[in-house]
């Protein structure tokens, strides 16, 4: 057997001191972020009692780590019919229930095809709550081309182009892309179909834009 550490939401102070944990799960959770509501929104990788690929999405909790619920896409119909892990949640500024994230493989990294996730409708346990916003690119390990699902879900590492995704509203975006998936460059998308690659290191790839500007607190 290997070792292999469980990571789980915690809060400290600025200063790193004052770690406090905030979930007792028993396998992971990643990216956390704060929603428009104040409530925290992460990627909680739940399997108990159940299939071992089948549930990396949308979770939330109150800020003290209360009430953590799976919000959506967590009990799908047919794995192959919508992304298998959706990673590097964010609301959606002045929406209060949209989000952008990462369709992202179970056997791989947090880059993949950028979805919309829209809970103003019912989840049906597919694609009923989801849009896409790069269409070019499938859901890795779900799909073999764009809406064609994988028999058996077999990993295709092909598309795992797009990453770290921040919305500047529900129609733009920023995020990183490389089509090699190899250097990402730092990109601005939006919901039209435009790319624009804002900057790209010949040597050191990028990840995580954030825009530095005045915002509401939650």
């Known amino acids: 057997a290997r070792p292999d550490p469980t990571y789980t939401l915690h809060a400290m102070m600025l200063d790193g001191s004052d770690i406090i944990p905030l979930s007792y799960h028993e396998t992971h959770e990643w990216h956390p972020s704060v929603a428009n509501d104040g409530k925290i929104v992460y990627t909680r990788w739940d399997y108990v ?30 794995r192959e019919n919508r992304p298998w892990m959706e990673m590097s949640i964010r609301a959606i500024p002045n929406e209060e229930h949209q989000y952008v994230a990462v369709a992202a493989p179970h056997h791989g990294q947090a ?10 409708f019912t989840d049906d346990r597919a694609m009923n709550q989801i849009k896409r916003i790069t269409p070019d690119a499938h859901f890795p390990e779900s799909e073999m081309a764009p809406g064609i699902p994988h028999p058996k879900g077999n990993h295709n590492p092909k598309s795992e182009v797009y990453g770290s995704p921040w919305p500047l509203n529900k129609n733009f975006y920023l995020c990183v892309f490389d089509a090699e998936q190899e250097n990402y460059g730092l990109t601005l998308l939006d919901s039209f179909g435009n790319r624009i690659l804002l900057y790209q290191d010949s040597s050191v790839p990028c990840l995580d834009p954030i825009p530095l500007t005045k915002r509401d607190k939650p």
């Open 49 to 78: 009692d159940r299939d071992s690929d089948i549930a990396h999405h949308l979770w939330s909790c109150f800020p003290d780590g209360r009430d953590p619920r799976s919000v959506h896409g967590n009990y799908p119909e047919s």
């Open 111 to 120: 880059y993949g095809s950028l979805v919309l996730i829209d809970q103003q």
